[in-house]
Antibody, heavy 118, light 107 residues
Framework: VQLLESGGGLVQPGGSLRLSCVAS????????MTWVRQAPGKGLEWVSG????????FYVDSVEGRFTISRDNSKNTLYLQMNNLRAEDTAVYYC????????????WGQGTPVTVSS | DIQMTQSPSSVSASIGDRVTITCRAS??????LGWYQQKPGKAPKLLMS???SLQSGVPSRFSGSASGTDFTLTISSLQPEDFATYYC?????????FGGGTKVYIK
C-alpha cells in the first residue's frame, strides 16, 4: 500500500489549496478514505472522511463549509479542496486509508505540509 | 462530539518497565477504540483496533483492554523502539476523535 500526497505549501489567509493523494497497492474503490491533520507540535485531528463510492462525506465542524473532500476512483486519487484558509489550518495533512467497514486508519501517507500565513 | 481524555500526557520509563496508558471516552463507544504509535517526523502507525485486537506485525508486548468507557494500552516490557507518542482514537461515531497523546520518554 502506498499513499502519496501532494499539493501542500504556503498560502495566505483566505486563500485556497487542493491536496491530492494517489493510492496504490490496494483496490482503492473498496475502501473509505480520510484526511487527518497535525498542527506543529500538536496532536492528531480527523478532518474529513469519504465513503467508498464518494456518496457520503463527513467533516469536522471547524472545516465544514470551507473544505470539500472528493475522490476519483478511476484515478485512484483522493482530494481535499481547502478554501478560505485560516492560520489555524496550518498543519501536516495525512491521507489515510480506513480499515474495511470500520473507522480505523491502517495506512497513512507521509503527509504534506500546509502553512497559512501572510 | 465524543471527547477522548488520555493520561498521562507524558511518562518517563526505563527499558524493561511496564507502561500503562489510559484513555477515557465521554460517551459509550463500545469497543470502538484504536491505539496508534507515532515517532518524530513519521506518520502514525495503527497498533490495535477494537480495543484489544493487535494489528499484524505488532509485538505481543503491546496489549489493550476495556472497561466501560475506560481503555488501557499496556506495554509489558518497554523496548528501545517503543519510545514514541501514543494516541487513542474512537471509531464509534463521526466526528472521529483522538486523545491528546502520551509521550513515552527514556528515564
Amino acid at each position: 500500500v502506498q499513499l502519496l500526497e501532494s499539493g501542500g505549501g504556503l498560502v495566505q489567509p483566505g486563500g485556497s489549496l487542493r491536496l491530492s493523494c494517489v493510492a496504490s497497492g490496494f483496490p482503492f474503490s473498496a475502501y473509505a478514505m480520510t484526511w487527518v491533520r497535525q498542527a506543529p507540535g500538536k496532536g492528531l485531528e480527523w478532518v474529513s472522511g469519504i465513503s467508498e463510492s464518494g456518496g457520503s462525506r463527513f467533516y469536522v465542524d471547524s472545516v465544514e463549509g470551507r473544505f470539500t473532500i472528493s475522490r476519483d476512483n478511476s484515478k485512484n486519487t483522493l482530494y481535499l479542496q481547502m478554501n478560505n484558509l485560516r492560520a489555524e489550518d496550518t498543519a501536516v495533512y495525512y491521507c489515510v486509508k480506513e480499515m474495511g467497514g470500520r473507522h480505523y486508519f491502517d495506512y497513512w501517507g507521509q503527509g504534506t505540509p500546509v502553512t497559512v500565513s501572510s | 462530539d465524543i471527547q477522548m481524555t488520555q493520561s498521562p500526557s507524558s511518562v518517563s520509563a526505563s527499558i524493561g518497565d511496564r507502561v500503562t496508558i489510559t484513555c477515557r471516552a465521554s460517551q459509550n463507544i463500545g469497543s470502538g477504540l484504536g491505539w496508534y504509535q507515532q515517532k518524530p517526523g513519521k506518520a502514525p502507525k495503527l497498533l490495535m483496533s477494537a480495543a484489544s485486537s493487535l494489528q499484524s506485525g505488532v509485538p505481543s508486548r503491546f496489549s489493550g483492554s476495556a472497561s466501560g468507557t475506560d481503555f488501557t494500552l499496556t506495554i509489558s516490557s518497554l523496548q528501545p523502539e517503543d519510545f514514541a507518542t501514543y494516541y487513542c482514537q474512537q471509531a464509534a461515531r463521526v466526528p472521529l476523535t483522538f486523545g491528546g497523546g502520551t509521550k513515552v520518554y527514556i528515564k
